[in-house]
């Protein structure tokens, strides 16, 4: 079953239907039968949602929910973790910078 092609590139505006919908340039289109994942996302701090074949779309096994107040996130479970590592490292260094715990 064919896919999106590796080679997209431009940028188009559409206003939405009264169903919130909008309609994808073809040469942007999977092939028939072939579903696409939306995924809500940050680009440069600012929200975005990402379509993305299972193809293309590569997740283990599992998938680790996360809720983040108004929305919740999809991630591979290991990536995950690492965020929070991170997330918490940051947490820790801010903390003890201002003297905090």
């Known amino acids: 079953m064919s896919s999106v092609s590796d080679n997209l590139f431009g940028a188009y505006t559409h206003k939405l239907d009264p169903k919130n919908r909008i ?6 289109r999977p092939s028939e039968g072939c ?5 809500s996302g940050r680009r440069l701090d600012l929200p975005t ?7 293309k779309f590569q997740l283990s096994s599992s ?3 996360a809720a983040r107040r108004g929305y919740f996130e999809l991630w591979e ?4 973790e690492e965020v929070s590592r991170r ?3 940051s947490i820790s260094d801010i903390n003890q910078s201002y003297g905090i715990l």
Do not use: D, G, Q
């Open 87 to 89: 997330e918490n490292a």
């Open 63 to 65: 998938v680790r929910l």
């Open 35 to 39: 579903a696409l994942l939306l995924l």
């Open 23 to 28: 309609a994808i340039p073809a040469e942007w």
């Open 77 to 80: 479970p290991s990536l995950y």
């Open 49 to 55: 949602v990402k379509a993305y074949t299972r193809e």
